[in-house]
T-cell receptor, first 115, second 114 residues
């Protein structure tokens, strides 16, 4: 079975501050991990994905995430928050790759950016 | 450059009514899926399809039917709507391949069942 736990349903930061959104996974095999972002009244968009290559993954809009097997974590970070980063962020896991992969999503973390 | 198109955007039903949520993609994606999003629950997979004529159940399939007669379309049917089906529904598609392809999401259908 595979699952992800996102710590904190709501994170609030000031503009220019570090963004840290936490995700821990559970998987019986080496996982594939993803972060998706959902802006208000829109569908989800892929930010970045980890597929067993480099452990530090860079995504769009200045976000990056580091895969840490020893901690079973895949936290999302951005050095300096922008107002436009306000959105809901979802971590997701798949325990298989290729054509048969199915994603299990976390419950989401709402990011608020204060001016 | 349409991507994944869902209709309608909003719908209100009475308990027991039936309806079909439409999903169409123009990217020739083999894989299509339906998720529901509920507050504090994240997204949960309802049904998915890996090609025309092939469908399978996801995590929460009860109360929903799907079919896949063409590559482009993947409608979701509620045969007898219940208040527990009040949710936001997302259709998503991707290519099938040897690599892990990203999902493309539609903009969602907000359904209320009274």
């Amino acid at each position: 079975a595979q699952s992800v736990t996102q710590l904190g349903s709501h994170v609030s930061v000031s503009e220019g501050a570090l963004v840290l959104l936490r995700c821990n996974y559970s998987s019986s095999v080496p996982p594939y991990l993803f972060w998706y972002v959902q802006y208000p009244n829109q569908g989800l968009q892929l930010l970045l994905k980890y597929t067993s290559a480099a452990t530090l993954v860079k995504g769009i809009n200045g976000f990056e995430a580091e895969f840490k097997k020893s901690e079973t974590s895949f936290h999302l970070t951005k050095p300096s928050a922008h107002m436009s980063d306000a959105a809901e962020y979802f971590c997701a896991v798949s325990n298989s790759g290729g054509s048969n992969y199915k994603l299990t999503f976390g419950k989401g973390t709402l990011l608020t950016v204060n001016p | 450059n349409a991507g994944v198109t869902q209709t309608p955007k909003f719908q209100v039903l009475k308990t027991g009514q039936s309806m079909t949520l439409q999903c169409a993609q123009d990217m020739n994606h083999e894989y299509m899926s339906w998720y529901r999003q509920d507050p504090g629950m994240g997204l949960r997979l309802i049904h998915y399809s890996v090609g025309a004529g092939i469908t399978d159940q996801g995590e929460v399939p009860n109360g929903y039917n799907v079919s896949r007669s063409t590559t482009e379309d993947f409608p979701l049917r509620l045969l007898s709507a219940a208040p527990s089906q009040t949710s936001v529904y997302f259709c998503a598609s991707r290519r099938q391949g040897i690599t892990v392809e990203k999902l493309f999401f539609g903009s969602g259908t907000q359904l209320s069942v009274l």
